[in-house]
């Protein structure tokens, strides 16, 4: 990272304005497609800017966790396709990739966005088993809010398949969805030099002092939080961030 | 009996068939096939009585002796840098062509240039294996300190320069920024904010409209509608139709060097001293590697 | 007589499914393609010529090129795939390597390497395919010197009948053999790059299915070709 590059972006932010033109609290123009992909139970794409990503939904029967005999299971996953930018490489899952799949994970399954209770099929025998895997197109950044919003609409989107002699029939959908209850939305603040952004670009990400991503629900509260970055946050700071990201949320909300 | 297929300036892609018989001839861009000519890279045909040829549209920057780059320093090395050049082949930076000042061994080499510093530099040299040696004394040639980076399709950059910069000194002067355009399709900007978003939008639009007829003008008309300001051309301004593509050709008179609004007198750089063609000499420099 | 008289999808024996191809929808890459046939979508990109890691893979004569075929997670009917290289994805990735190298020079970037990756987002059969059309477009967009477009489609052989372009449902023909022979062909010179074979074929009917594919590749190559120059349209 160029310290002087972030000289220039500060300077630029404390008049509110973003190298691409945009004020400090704007996203990007955002469009959703939904039933993108044939092959998958649910799917979605979500253009942010020049931020192309793709969510897919697979359901498939299993076995439930011994623990949790009647509740279904939700997986999430995150590849960082070398196709989507210059910088990511081929490989084993890398910890920036990780740490989305798991952010959204939480946001998802904290904010009881499905009811698991209901993707059980036989207590302790068979569940519906809800994988959502997040697939960057072409990445300029805040893939964690955009992943997530993906992932909401494909769930959102998604059929499950007619069962057959106890198997999954791939080939027929049923018209039944998947049982959603929330829609939490992820809204990701990040701190550069004493501005807050939202939605930032990989330009913006790559001279952030901090972030917080803030997972938002209908009523207002908050159902997972993930800081990272290397600088603290004051308690204030927090307070602000926050309050930003409900603000955002509500507009995110209304797109799905 | 030839036929000539295309127009004149049509884009032409990898396969098609510009042209059929044994009259015309194949240049650049351009292969025989039997009786036909092919294109083989995505360009622009020029057609130039009976030879056929084609501009290239894209592709990325390959080094060449005497351009002026734009560079990044991605390794400080015993006895000078490694600067990524925005193509596949990264090149050094001694010490003895980096200042005019005498450069003690065991100095800290970051006091002239750092990690991710970004650098105007000119390409003294590049070998049969794409080794590149670059200096950055010189006129103009500097480190950058603030402003932005962008990149922009190097095949692009004499359209941006404009006719002996006409184009690139429009936008300075009505913007107010300071823009430094590297043949290698780095271009670094300073600016007041909303001026600095200005100047990009119209390098992107001189990139996405290069090959359409009237560039100059159109320009002139975005950047007024933009700025609210009246924009005067002070220097010779490129004919936009004609031979608006012939200043890309393949291996151009050197490029015109943009120079920065406001530059400090430099003293001339001494004559690099290059190696004579005809007997490449095997280098024996160490190179540092990257990884 | 083949018992296969008339396609499942009303198609005729030598007519591809419907073909979309769109070229630069990758903004970060050097080159970008979309290709989809039928259910069948690929994306590629290119990057490149770049830096070669590790040197030891450095020819010092040309550049490399580099093919990542891959399957997205959910882009198979049935059950989810598990991400990540496996065999099979490791043997396409080679023969779209072979595939595209008899066209591109890159004999000007030395120890320098052209990568593309091909990324299928949704697949009803021929997919290696859909796969190399998509990266011939991307490398002719990433301004990469090649003296043709790659062109491919599978020709298949159902109880005897040659038909163009499988989908899923034919490959799964059960009153007869099936011979699903994926190819892929340089239009300007007839010369086949890629050539695959499983099930059942008289030698008779494999030389005359590779007659047949020549004037489809030349249609697929047309629209390769198009969706580059479509890029350049004046608004």
Known sequence: MNEEFKEHITKSLTQNMRLDGRKNDEFRKITIETGVSKTAEGSAR??????????????????????????????????????????????????????????????????????????????????????????????????????????????????????????????????KGLPLLETPIEVTVVKIGENFIVDPTEDEESVLDSRLTVAVLESGNLCALQKGGDKPLTAEEVDKMVELAIKKSKELRKLL | MSKLLVKNKEIIVPGQVVAEGMDYLP???????????????????????????????AGRYKPRRNDTIIGRVIDILMSGWRVETNSPYSAVLPLQDASFDYIKKGTDLTKYFGLDDYVVAKITNVTSQNLVDISTKGPGLRKLSGGRILYVNTHKVPRII???????????????????VGQNGIVWIQGEPAMEIIAVEVIKKIEDESHIPGLTDNIKAFLEKKTGKKVVISKPVENSEGNSYSESAERPAPKPFVRPAHKPFVKPAPKPFTKPASKPVQKTQVKGDKK | MSKYKKRFDGRKFDETRPIEAEAGVIKKADGSARFKIGNTVAYAAVYGPRELFPRNQHDPKKGKLRCNYSMMAFSGTGERIRPGPNRRAKEISMVTEKALLPVVDLSDYPNAVVDVFIELPETDAGSRCAGICAASIALADAGIIMKDMVASVSMGNIDGQLVLDLDYAEEAFEDGDVADIPIAMIPSTGELTLLQMDGFISPKDLKKAIELVKKPMEKIAEIQRKAVQNRYKVK
Not at chain 1, 132 to 137: A, F, G
Not at chain 2, 28 to 50: C, E, H, P, S
């Open chain 1, 46 to 175: 979500v253009i942010c800017g020049d931020t192309e990503v793709m969510a897919g939904v697979k359901l498939a029967l299993g076995t439930p966790y011994p623990d949790t005999p009647n509740d279904g299971v939700l997986s999430t996953n995150t590849e960082l396709l070398p196709m989507s930018n210059p910088n990511y490489e081929s490989g084993p899952p890398k910890i920036e990739s990780i740490e989305i799949a798991r952010v959204i994970d939480r946001g998802i399954r904290e904010g009881k966005a499905m009811d698991t209770k209901k993707l059980c099929v036989e207590a302790g025998e068979k569940v519906w088993m809800v994988s959502l895997d997040v697939i960057p197109i072409n990445m300029d950044g805040n893939l964690l809010d955009l992943g997530a919003l993906a992932c909401m609409a494909a769930l959102k989107n998604a059929k499950f398949p007619e069962v057959k002699d106890g198997k999954a029939d791939y080939k027929h959908l049923s018209k």
């Open chain 2, 27 to 57: 240049s650049f861009g351009t292969y025989r096939l039997k009786d036909k000519i092919l294109a083989n890279r995505l360009g622009v045909v020029m057609i130039d009585g009976k030879v056929i040829k084609a501009i290239p549209l």
């Open chain 2, 162 to 180: 404009g006719k002996q910069g006409s184009m690139v000194s429009m936008i300075k002067d009505t913007t107010g920024c300071k823009i430094t």
